[in-house]
């Protein structure tokens, strides 16, 4: 069948009317200056953590591994600045897993490593090695190895790249800042995914609350010699609350359904986010692996927000003090957007790779809603992008109630708080159905 693109996006479900408060969206990305210490957790992927490869007192260099792991599922972590390797030891991270860290003590140097050298690629084999040993991984949030995600099952037929630009998350614009600053090595990661898995079909996703980057991108387009930009365009998406959730965005540009419980590849699509083609197509450049990332420091608590490019493993509240330290004590710190981040105890952890953005709220925009009972409104179940019914979830969960979970397919849930946002009675459904989760997986360990 011939593959056409569309030329709007097609219908999904459900969805939020959230505020998107996309403060620094016209803000360009600063340099936080080296910082005097990084903490580099093991755990920064999807998968089994890595192990040390270096040794308190070791010299290192930018772009040197420092951690490895011989499974599949996994991304080596490489020194983010120049220094001494002063401590390997365990620190909490953001879920509050226990987890080994390298730490390294800077010089203030920021020398890069001799062995930081733009990869030969020659074969898909090679392509793939060459995106694990970038230390890739999802950097939209989910961190799942990049080489596993672009390694597709040979009874896959995949034949549509989709580049995640939507950022639907509320003050988030650290993807924004991205698609117009660094272009050219989108398309060059871009290209290259598309050339190695021989892809016919790109499409570029963005929400219409970004003309900079739709304008951006189709100008570079229409600019372009390459002829095999010919088959990369742009979807202008409507701007609403979960766009950028991986199965809603295939269904918007495709029209196609992943089955439950399956993946992009089981609808012919695999799923980038732009971010990431950025680096890809930055490490096939340099061979400079993923070291530093582009935060978004937003929220009402802050005192001068930013997009700020940090080496990964920098303390968040050095970075905080770039942006002017706290404007009013934070009532609730986010790893993340309002809707899918993590709320910290502290702002002492550091940045990892799949971190986007940090966002301090204060206490009047953190202030919880006390529940009331379920009015049986149904906003939960029409704002459900997955066609799920939270409040039964919610009672089976708080009940304990496995196989009824299991039977009301729980573990679709995205977890994208829809639910929670669009019930008038302010009831914790996406909490609920997170232990709801979490007693499937318990039951199915047993």
Not at 251 to 256: A, D, H, K, L, Y
Not at 270 to 299: Q, W, Y
Not at 302 to 324: E, L, Q, S
Not at 329 to 337: A, D, E, Q, S
Request: net charge neutral.
């Amino acid at each position: 069948m011939e593959l056409t693109f569309p030329t709007k996006p097609f219908k999904t479900h459900g969805g939020a009317a959230v505020p998107h408060r996309k403060n620094t969206a016209q803000m360009e990305s600063v340099m936080l200056p080296p910082p005097e210490q990084v903490v580099l957790p093991m755990q920064q992927h999807v998968g089994p953590p890595c192990a040390p490869t270096v040794k308190v007192g070791d010299a290192v260099l930018i772009g040197q591994k420092i951690a490895d792991s011989s499974a599949f599922v996994s991304a080596p972590i490489h020194a983010t600045v120049s220094g001494t390797v002063s401590a390997i030891k365990k620190v909490t991270l953001s879920g509050g897993q226990f987890m080994d860290a390298v730490v390294i003590d800077s010089d203030g140097k920021m020398e890069v490593s001799p062995d930081v050298k733009p990869p030969v690629i020659n074969s898909l084999a090679e392509f793939l090695s060459a995106v694990h040993e970038s230390g890739l991984v999802g950097l939209g949030g989910a961190g799942f190895p990049a080489h596993v995600k672009l390694k597709v099952p040979d009874d896959k037929n995949v034949d549509t790249l989709i580049i995640n630009v939507a950022e639907c998350e509320p003050y988030i614009t650290s993807d924004n800042r991205c698609a117009v600053e660094d272009t050219d090595d989108i398309f060059a990661g871009v290209r290259a995914v598309k050339h190695w898995l021989g892809l016919h079909r790109v499409i570029l996703a963005v929400e219409g609350n970004k003309p900079d980057v739709i304008a951006k991108f189709n100008s570079f387009l229409g600019d372009s010699k390459e002829e095999s930009d010919r088959e990369i365009k742009v979807l202008e998406l409507r701007s609403s609350y979960p766009q950028g959730a991986e199965k809603v965005l295939i269904q918007s540009c495709t029209g196609r359904r992943v089955p439950m419980g399956k993946l992009p590849a089981d609808a012919g699509c695999i799923v980038m986010n732009v971010t990431s083609c950025a680096h890809l197509g930055e490490f096939l450049r340099t061979g400079m692996p993923l070291v530093s990332k582009r935060l978004t420091i937003d929220g009402s608590a802050v005192n001068d927000p930013k997009n700020v490019i940090v080496p990964i493993g920098t303390n968040i509240k050095t970075i905080i003090d770039f942006c002017g330290g706290y404007k009013a004590t934070p009532k609730k710190i986010l790893m993340g957007g309002p809707m899918m981040g993590v709320s910290i105890a502290s702002d002492n952890l550091p940045v990892i790779k799949q971190n986007n953005a940090v966002i301090c709220l204060d206490e009047k925009e953190a202030h919880k809603l006390e529940p009331s009972a379920c009015i049986r409104c149904g906003r939960c179940v029409s704002g459900c992008p997955m066609h799920l019914m939270p409040t039964l979830l919610e009672q089976n969960a708080i009940a304990k109630r496995v196989e009824q979970l299991k039977e009301l397919d729980v573990m679709d849930c995205m977890e994208c708080g829809c639910c929670s946002f669009n019930c008038p009675a302010g009831r914790p459904l996406v909490q609920a159905i997170r232990l709801g989760k979490s007693l499937v997986r318990a039951e199915g360990k047993k």
